[in-house]
T-cell receptor, first 112, second 116 residues
Framework: KNQVEQSPQSLIILEGKNCTLQ??????????LRWYKQDTGRGPVSLTI?????NTKSNGRYTATLDADTKQSSLHITASQLSDSASYIC???????????FGAGTRLFVKA | DVKVTQSSRYLVKRTGEKVFLECVQD?????MFWYRQDPGLGLRLIYF???????EKGDIPEGYSVSREKKERFSLILESASTNQTSMYLC???????????????FGSGTQLSVL
């Protein structure tokens, strides 16, 4: 079954600290993996995209990694800010059915 | 920037009422989607449309219908609202042709629907 699982479900960190969010997937075949950020009361917004041949992609303080062999991705946030408080959703595009498959998200809280 | 606008941020309806959720996008995207988002479950696809007057069932279409009379507008209809349809509803659009493998979704801000 094509699934995307994220961990942890929620995370609390202090402002200025780093953190890493995990995404494991069983989707196959797939073409790309995206991380979306969803602020409270808003729709998700794309942060990064990686194809199956890419290992890492950065967007400012956000760095995503992908290991297509182990089917794992991570999103690393450096020097967290209060505005990083949001849900982060891992999304895999399943080319077998031209379908987007979503993880349940990790809820990140950054405290001052 | 792409703008996807959902007509209501919050809605409260009674069981059995007919509910319309409206979504408009301004970037001439072919594809439009309706998702519902529930805690711990992630986004689940209800219906999508890849052209005017075309619609396809997603993963959880039961209890819902859709309408796409114009390219920019995609409506979600709850014929007879039930309490288990209380949820956050998100509309999205994308510019993608069937041969491509790089779908980027642009989301609206969502409608929080409560059915009492």
């Amino acid at each position: 079954k094509n699934q995307v699982e994220q961990s942890p479900q929620s995370l609390i960190i202090l402002e200025g600290k780093n953190c890493t969010l995990q995404c494991n997937y069983t989707v196959s075949p797939f073409s790309n993996l995206r991380w979306y950020k969803q602020d409270t009361g808003r729709g998700p917004v794309s942060l990064t995209i990686m194809t199956f041949s890419e290992n890492t992609k950065s967007n400012g303080r956000y760095t995503a990694t992908l290991d297509a062999d182990t089917k794992q991705s991570s999103l690393h946030i450096t020097a967290s800010q209060l505005s990083d408080s949001a849900s982060y959703i891992c999304v895999v595009f399943y080319t077998g059915g031209f379908k987007t498959i979503f993880g349940a998200g990790t809820r990140l809280f950054v405290k001052a | 920037d792409v703008k996807v606008t959902q007509s209501s941020r919050y809605l409260v309806k009674r069981t059995g009422e007919k509910v319309f959720l409206e979504c408009v996008q301004d970037m001439d995207h072919e594809n439009m989607f309706w998702y519902r988002q529930d805690p711990g479950l992630g986004l689940r696809l209800i219906y999508f449309s890849y052209d005017v007057k075309m619609k396809e069932k997603g993963d959880i279409p039961e209890g819902y219908s859709v309408s796409r009379e114009k390219k920019e507008r995609f409506s979600l209809i709850l014929e007879s609202a039930s309490t288990n349809q209380t949820s956050m509803y998100l509309c999205a659009s994308s510019l993608w042709d069937r041969g491509a493998t790089n779908e980027k979704l642009f989301f609206g801000s969502g409608t929080q629907l409560s059915v009492l």
